[in-house]
């Protein structure tokens, strides 16, 4: 127990350590009061809109949760999957990175079935994995489309890096030799091997579902496109708007890949690292400093809203209006 709570402080340490040095090098960089007078030139409307349209990416992104849901029991209806995505963005305010959320959710999904909950856990899994392959992909076609790009080597080498990753975990989680490898030796480690060759067998039988239930997992991955499309969108508005004149695909370039290196869990809620990493991507296009980050703090604010929103439905109001309207 000392071990792990000594090694949490030190992953406390080192966070806390790179969002201090990520804001300093910001003050160092950037001229604040300029980046505050973009901060007001953002007419309000524009905010509102941009404020409903990322509800609607939440209701989508809970359809999609649904669908890849091995459990068929029904345990979570719309609403709820809508519900626990609207509460673990207020827990994304909180914790590491973009993945803090995840976390809440499955504590929250855990606390609300009863049973198959594993595959409740399994289907959060395979949520995230979804996002992060199709948000890939939408970034690699938008690189692939867009002319407009100074150098591309910077975007070769980052494709490279996450493409590389993105096939190991893909092995790791799809390789059935490895997984009978695995179980063969895991006993060893006594209950923790019994945990894991568990988890094993709950994650190959969730394969053998998503295999027999190809039309869902399709249906999830094209639901994908209004999901991060919303997002490109979002943040091509408030580009125009800050006066940033690129493409909308260079856009959605960049912030496919700010969303991921922010799902890294370095600083809470992304902090630091998102502003430095549309500095530099921007940088490659002659953005100044300024405008990109007054759009990655506006990012930031409509998040913040959407999980101050998120706080309301800590309280069940379907349980509650239920019984009203039946």
């Given at each position: 127990?000392?071990?792990?709570?000594?090694?949490?402080?030190?992953?406390?340490?080192?966070?806390?350590?790179?969002?201090?040095?990520?804001?300093?090098?910001?003050?160092?960089?950037?001229?604040?009061?300029?980046?505050?007078?973009?901060?007001?030139?953002?007419?309000?409307?524009?905010?509102?809109?941009?404020?409903?349209?990322?509800?609607?990416?939440?209701?989508?992104?809970?359809?999609?949760?649904?669908?890849?849901?091995?459990?068929?029991?029904?345990?979570?209806?719309?609403?709820?999957?809508?519900?626990?995505?609207?509460?673990?963005?207020?827990?994304?305010?909180?914790?590491?990175?973009?993945?803090?959320?995840?976390?809440?959710?499955?504590?929250?999904?855990?606390?609300?079935?009863?049973?198959?909950?594993?595959?409740?856990?399994?289907?959060?899994?395979?949520?995230?994995?979804?996002?992060?392959?199709?948000?890939?992909?939408?970034?690699?076609?938008?690189?692939?489309?867009?002319?407009?790009?100074?150098?591309?080597?910077?975007?070769?080498?980052?494709?490279?890096?996450?493409?590389?990753?993105?096939?190991?975990?893909?092995?790791?989680?799809?390789?059935?030799?490895?997984?009978?490898?695995?179980?063969?030796?895991?006993?060893?480690?006594?209950?923790?091997?019994?945990?894991?060759?568990?988890?094993?067998?709950?994650?190959?039988?969730?394969?053998?579902?998503?295999?027999?239930?190809?039309?869902?997992?399709?249906?999830?991955?094209?639901?994908?496109?209004?999901?991060?499309?919303?997002?490109?969108?979002?943040?091509?508005?408030?580009?125009?708007?800050?006066?940033?004149?690129?493409?909308?695909?260079?856009?959605?370039?960049?912030?496919?890949?700010?969303?991921?290196?922010?799902?890294?869990?370095?600083?809470?809620?992304?902090?630091?690292?998102?502003e430095l990493s549309l500095i530099y991507l921007f940088s490659?296009?002659?953005?100044?400093?300024?405008?990109?980050?007054?759009?990655?703090?506006?990012?930031?604010?409509?998040?913040?809203?959407?999980?101050?929103?998120?706080?309301?439905?800590?309280?069940?109001?379907?349980?509650?209006?239920?019984?009203?309207?039946?």
């Amino acid at each position: 127990m000392s071990r792990i709570r000594s090694s949490k402080n030190s992953f406390l340490i080192l966070r806390l350590g790179f969002l201090a040095g990520s804001i300093y090098i910001l003050l160092l960089i950037v001229d604040l009061e300029l980046v505050f007078s973009h901060l007001m030139e953002m007419p309000f409307y524009t905010l509102a809109v941009l404020i409903l349209l990322n509800l609607f990416r939440s209701w989508l992104h809970g359809l999609r949760w649904q669908l890849l849901n091995p459990d068929l029991s029904e345990q979570l209806n719309m609403w709820q999957y809508f519900r626990l995505i609207m509460i673990a963005h207020s827990f994304n305010l909180i914790m590491p990175g973009a993945l803090g959320g995840d976390l809440a959710r499955t504590g929250m999904t855990l606390k609300k079935v009863k049973k198959k909950r594993a595959e409740n856990v399994v289907a959060i899994l395979a949520d995230r994995l979804v996002g992060l392959i199709s948000i890939l992909f939408l970034g690699s076609t938008a690189f692939l489309i867009t002319t407009d790009i100074p150098d591309r080597t910077v975007f070769y080498s980052f494709f490279a890096v996450i493409y590389l990753a993105i096939a190991v975990i893909f092995i790791i989680l799809t390789n059935s030799s490895l997984h009978k490898l695995l179980s063969k030796h895991l006993h060893r480690l006594g209950r923790v091997g019994t945990w894991f060759n568990q988890a094993i067998i709950v994650w190959s039988n969730a394969l053998k579902y998503f295999c027999n239930n190809s039309r869902k997992v399709a249906l999830s991955l094209l639901l994908c496109l209004p999901i991060h499309g919303l997002s490109f969108f979002s943040a091509y508005l408030l580009a125009r708007s800050l006066s940033i004149q690129i493409s909308f695909f260079d856009i959605s370039l960049i912030i496919s890949l700010m969303w991921l290196v922010t799902a890294i869990p370095i600083t809470i809620s992304g902090a630091g690292v998102r502003e430095l990493s549309l500095i530099y991507l921007f940088s490659i296009y002659g953005v100044a400093a300024e405008p990109a980050t007054a759009l990655s703090l506006y990012i930031y604010i409509i998040s913040l809203l959407i999980g101050l929103f998120g706080l309301f439905f800590i309280i069940d109001w379907g349980k509650i209006f239920q019984p009203q309207l039946s």
